[in-house]
Nanobody, 116 residues
């Protein structure tokens, strides 16, 4: 499985960015897809996940600001980020969890920088 993320960049506080991540390879419709981020000096944290049925969950810090969605036909997961804050600055990683084999796959990471 390969994951290719895109969409990071520089934005001012209060602005919006959209990330996308296309998966290829041996993918199952049961796989869970998600977004994580890692800020300098901090551990990687889960932001949001979505299963094949569209059920989602979010970490409290992004609820109401970030929206995860998924196109199963295109094997692509998206993250719409609104009202961005400087503390959202991090490298963002997409993730695919193969729930049949309990294996995690990661994209290459895309940098999001929010200026104050």
């Amino acid at each position: 499985v390969q994951l290719q993320a895109s969409g990071g960049g520089l934005v001012q506080a209060g602005g919006s960015l959209s990330l996308s991540c296309a998966a290829s390879g041996r993918i199952s419709s049961s796989d869970v897809m998600g977004w994580y981020r890692q800020a300098p000096g901090l551990e990687r944290e889960l932001l949001a996940r979505i299963d094949s049925g569209g059920s989602t969950n979010y970490v409290d810090s992004v609820k109401g600001r970030f929206t995860i969605s998924r196109d199963n036909a295109e094997n692509t997961v998206y993250l719409q980020m609104n009202n961005l804050k400087p503390e959202d600055t991090a490298v963002y990683y997409c993730n695919l969890l193969d729930v049949r084999n309990w294996v995690n796959y990661w994209g290459q990471g895309t940098l999001v920088t929010v200026s104050s």
